[in-house]
């Protein structure tokens, strides 16, 4: 454990094995004093490294208020749709928080793969090149933060 972050992912994977294990004794219905603060580490731990994952540019403080507020809600929203239809039970209600946060998850990876950056453009190469030689063509889009600011004493037509 060399630096800080190697430390952050133990206590990651640290906090999901225990949450875990006390998932499987919530929904198993094994009744021991260290089932309660599991349960709880999971219904904390769970949602909000699911919705982590969609988070990736932000500042860690902002990801860290983000995740835990939507986990949060994340577990309200399944406690409220499970008192609504009548099913309310702790053992379901992990397994809800459970599958919403693989969804999240799900929805991240399926998002990732569909991303334009992930697609190869075999014109890459030429398009640098002639950046780097020749500056930006007239093909070159111009920006909405480059174009120049408008009055309303200005005549000309917006199209």
Avoid at 79 to 106: H, K, Q, R, T, Y
């Amino acid at each position: 454990m060399g630096s800080g972050r190697s430390v952050t992912h133990w206590l990651i994977g640290w906090s999901l094995a225990a949450g875990a294990a006390g998932a499987a004794l919530a929904i198993a219905g094994i009744d021991t004093p260290l089932r309660l603060p599991l349960v709880l580490l999971f219904l904390a731990a769970v949602p909000a490294l699911a919705v982590s994952t969609l988070l990736g540019g932000l500042d860690p403080l902002a990801k860290v208020v983000i995740a835990g507020a939507s986990a949060i809600v994340v577990n309200f929203g399944v406690a409220e749709g499970m008192i609504m239809a009548g099913a309310w039970s702790l053992a379901a209600g992990v397994a809800g928080v459970a599958l919403f946060s693989a969804l999240i998850v799900a929805a991240r990876l399926v998002t990732t793969r569909m991303s334009p950056a992930r697609i190869p453009n075999h014109y890459s190469e030429l398009a640098d090149h002639i950046v780097a030689n020749h500056g930006y063509g007239p093909w070159r889009r111009v920006l909405p933060h480059e174009r120049p600011l408008r009055t309303l004493t200005d005549r000309r037509s917006p199209w």
